[in-house]
């Protein structure tokens, strides 16, 4: 009786992203907030958002945060995990929400900036979250001084998704994106890095290593999963101890999500279900 009324009242956090990549995110929270309700949402059916236009992306993403509010049920936290929505659509999320609505950009810029002692900040991501410049503004209203350097690292997605998190294939990857951005000695004063894409957080060893090959030093890695969950478990300290329930969707593509999916968090597929846009 108690433990379905503790169960009832438990913290309710809906995730979405634009595929499987958001799990991390999902990792991070449950990890943090194990007591914690989580409803996750993968757009598989229009997956990638990093290449599309602002305006396609805001669309998408309004559709997708309706279709997984859909029921009416309760909500403590709408998480928006993908960095390339975070970018271009929190604004128009935040104005549909009256709960509160988070993305990843601002819990990553934070901690960047509060990590780098060279005020030099690297961001990897999307070609549309390194179009949008959403990094800069929020690392500029932390801190007029630090200097951003973006770079669009789009392949990565690609690798992550196909299990190559580490090896010769993502260290080639590394090292064609990387090599000539930090010939520049500007960008070489970097000393922290946010991973800005919901992927990266899998390659992370690599990432590290290659930044340390090319600078001869290692740079800090900002894990912008970590960052947010970090974030939630401020707003919602009830979560932080307890067993709360996981449901996953997806728009299309099930067998898949759970197949990649399981390579980011536990994916049960008895527990997947499909939500038609
Ligand atoms: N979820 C996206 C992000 O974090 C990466 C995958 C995509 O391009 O949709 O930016």
């Known amino acids: 009786m108690l433990a379905s009324l503790r169960a009832m009242n438990a913290p309710r956090i809906a995730i979405f992203d634009s595929g499987v990549g958001g799990l991390t995110v999902a990792h991070a929270v449950h990890a943090k907030l194990p007591g914690a309700h989580l409803r996750y949402l993968g757009d598989t059916a229009r997956l990638p958002y990093g290449t599309k236009s602002a305006q396609t992306v805001t669309r998408y993403a ?49 901690r960047a900036v509060a990590a780098s002692a060279t ?45 190559w998190c580490d090896g ?52 800090g890695l900002v894990d912008s999963a970590d960052a947010i969950a970090e974030e939630l478990a401020l707003r919602l300290p009830d979560a932080t101890m307890g067993e709360g329930r996981v449901e996953l969707f997806a728009t299309d593509a099930l067998d898949r999500f759970a197949r990649v999916g399981g390579l980011f968090f536990p994916v049960d597929r008895a527990h997947l279900a499909l939500i038609d846009l």
Request: glycine content about 8%.
């Open 62 to 110: 309004l559709q997708a945060a309706a279709a997984l509010l859909s029921d009416g049920a309760r909500v403590d936290a709408l998480v928006v995990a993908c960095n390339t929505a975070s970018s271009c659509a929190l604004p128009a999320l935040k104005e549909s929400y009256d709960f509160p609505v988070l993305g990843v950009i601002g819990p990553g810029a934070r």
């Open 119 to 163: 005020g030099h900040i690297g961001v990897i991501g999307t070609e549309r979250t390194v179009q949008s410049g959403a990094y800069e503004q929020a690392i500029a209203a932390l801190n007029a001084d630090a200097v951003v350097h973006a770079r669009a690292t789009p392949l990565l997605v690609g690798l992550a998704e196909e299990g």
């Open 168 to 219: 010769p294939v993502a260290e080639a990857a590394l090292h064609a994106y990387l090599r000539p951005w930090l010939a520049d000695p500007t960008v070489a004063r970097i000393d922290t890095v946010v991973l800005g894409c919901t992927h990266y957080p899998a390659l992370k060893a690599v990432i590290g290593r290659v930044f340390a090959e090319i600078l001869g030093r290692e740079v």
